[in-house]
């Protein structure tokens, strides 16, 4: 019943959010973010703002995506 729970908990608390791009330079952030804000993508800061995670389902075409228009951090 336990074990239940937690996996309607999990599923219900949303998506699994993985690493985008991390150690991203603080004056590339908030590009990246206006652009995720733009697609309406959704995301999370981590690691001081220096991680964005976003859901693994988008991981792949939200990469490639950002890397063409604005270009991978450095």
């Given at each position: ?15 699994d ?46 990469q ?11």
């Amino acid at each position: 019943a336990v074990f239940a729970l937690m996996t309607m908990l999990f599923m219900a608390s949303g998506k699994d959010y993985v690493p985008l791009f991390t150690n991203i330079p603080s004056e590339q952030v908030s590009s990246m973010v206006a652009k995720l804000n733009e697609k309406n993508i959704p995301f999370q800061l981590r690691d001081e703002g220096k991680t964005i995670a976003i859901p693994k389902e988008l991981l792949h075409s939200t990469q490639m995506t950002l890397m063409s228009e604005i270009g991978s951090p450095k």
